[in-house]
């Protein structure tokens, strides 16, 4: 049997292609359990080379907490409350033998006054090594004793050396040396939007740290003392924080935690811290003259409203309106009178009266400064020679100003003053007209929710006559505190009768 040479040639070409793809898919197939055997390694150790994470944690306060925190102390008071004497019965009762025999006296010896201790709990912040502790008056207020706890646990009777209670700062001392303390910041660097960390003892939680930024600066009319200006931040305040450090992001001091705005008496995002300049300005009298001493200019003003400044001829409603001179005071001696604006004083202009009051208190008795005014649409410049604020000069002040009625009434939200001629022209009123003139509304009050504004014109309380502000007092303290006001009112030529109900 003979095979054909052309078949056999053919025959090996077929069997030697076959045998390469043998061999080729054998490869491929190592390949792939090789691919997947390191596929499974991989996982089996967790190991996916994948890049690490990276996390922006925000600003770094640990090292300013390290450093101002241990400056931070505890203020514990006691305050010893008397009741009055409550009969804890005699052994022999009210037999009228033995009263015959020892007198009534005998009985009293057996009536007892009762004693209560009240306790109250703070803040306060270390400013010297030498133990000069600073914080809130309404922390020390009326205390008969104090402790200080600094952050170590060491306890100090403290003493108070002076307390304001219209800015609400007081200092208290301790027999201590080599104390941590925290340097102090210039508030008026302060914007808003800074961060900024509330130190404290909120609940008696000692040493407790909170973040937030500064809200606002300049917080007036708050209603929580006499001259505020206020620095408002969401870092959390509690009771237990008055007295604590706001601090900055450099560590420095630049507030005293002094209160929040609350109905539920916590934390609700609104707290108030009193500037450092005006906190150290305030300690540094106390120390040294265990008072503050401030200036007086002798008038007394009012809000420029919208209206106001209409009348007077100013482009915006700012400054501060004169409603009253008073006599033998620097302003009636510079020649000031009702009616004048203050937009300037001692070179810094002034937006409202309250900017005016802080500026005027702050500055030193016996200087003499520049009072821009506009009287009559016409700027002019005036010289005043700032004489001290004693006792005796501010209850005359506020004797003759505006008057604030007290808490017990409907009429609480308003503060009111004479109408002088000046006001009445201002107003379009006849210069005879009599009344006392609205100053200013509080939002809160029932007077505001009724509509009543500044400008406004009170002539009869309960269809009795208002002349002047003697009658309004008179007619006011005789009102119940939920008692329904009637008032007839003039607001420019017309009159009209509000009611303010419960």
């Not at 019965?89 to 009240?118: A, K, L, T, W």
């Amino acid at each position: 049997m003979s095979i054909d040479r052309r078949s056999f040639k053919i025959g090996v070409i077929a069997g030697l292609f076959l045998i390469i793809g043998v061999a080729i898919g054998a490869v491929f197939v190592m390949r792939m359990d090789s691919a997947s055997s390191s596929t499974n390694t991989a996982f089996a150790g967790v190991d996916t080379q994948a890049p690490p994470i990276k996390v922006d944690a925000g600003p770094d306060f640990v090292p300013i907490v390290k450093a101002d925190l241990p400056a931070i102390v505890n203020i514990s008071t006691t305050r010893i409350i008397k009741s009055p004497a409550q009969n804890m019965g005699s052994p022999f009762g009210e037999d009228p033998f033995f009263r015959q025999f020892f007198g009534n006296q005998f009985f009293h010896n057996f009536q007892i006054p009762r004693e209560e201790r009240e306790s109250a709990l703070g803040s306060g912040v270390i400013v010297s090594s030498n133990g000069y502790i600073i914080t809130n008056n309404h922390v020390i207020a009326k205390a008969d004793t104090i402790k200080v706890i600094l952050g170590n646990n060491r306890v100090y009777k403290g003493k108070v050396v002076g307390a304001d209670p219209q800015t609400d700062i007081a200092v208290v001392k301790i027999n201590a040396t080599n104390l941590p303390v925290i340097p102090w910041g210039n508030s008026r660097k302060l914007q808003v939007g800074q961060y900024v960390l509330a130190m404290g003892n909120p609940f008696g939680l000692n040493q407790t740290v909170t973040m937030g930024i500064v809200s606002a600066l300049g917080r007036e009319n708050v209603g929580i003392d006499n001259y505020e200006d206020f620095i408002q931040t969401d870092a959390a305040i509690n009771p237990g924080n008055s007295g604590g450090a706001l601090v900055n992001t450099k560590g420095q001091l630049v507030g005293i935690n002094t209160a929040i705005y609350t109905r539920s008496g916590g934390y609700m995002g609104i707290g108030f811290a009193i500037p450092s300049n005006m906190a150290r300005s305030v300690m540094t009298q106390l120390i040294k003259h265990g008072r503050v001493i401030r200036g007086w200019l002798g008038v007394s003003i009012q809000e420029v409203t919208p209206a106001l400044a209409k009348n007077f001829g100013l482009s915006t409603p700012s400054g501060a309106l004169v409603g009253q001179v008073f006599k033998d005071s620097p302003a009636a001696r510079a020649g000031l009178r009702t009616g004048d604006v203050i937009v300037k004083f001692d070179g810094k202009t002034i937006d409202t009266p309250t900017t005016l009051r802080n500026l005027v208190a702050s500055t030193p008795v016996g200087k003499e400064v520049e009072v821009t005014i506009i009287r009559n649409r016409k700027t002019k410049t005036l010289r005043v020679k700032i004489a001290e604020q004693t006792k005796k000069v501010l209850e005359a002040s506020e004797g003759g100003g505006p008057s604030q009625q007290s808490a017990h009434t409907l009429l609480s939200g308003l503060t009111v003053q004479d109408l002088s001629p000046e006001i009445a022209r201002q107003l379009g009123l006849p210069h005879d007209a009599s009344g006392v003139v609205i100053t200013e509304v509080n939002p809160d009050s029932a007077a505001a929710a009724v509509g009543l504004q500044s400008g406004d014109v009170i002539t009869q309380i309960n269809r009795q006559a208002v002349h002047n502000l003697e009658d309004y007092r008179r007619i006011t303290s005789k009102l119940g505190k939920n008692q329904s006001v009637l008032l007839l009112i003039k607001r420019g030529d017309s009159n009209m009768f509000v009611v303010i109900s419960p």
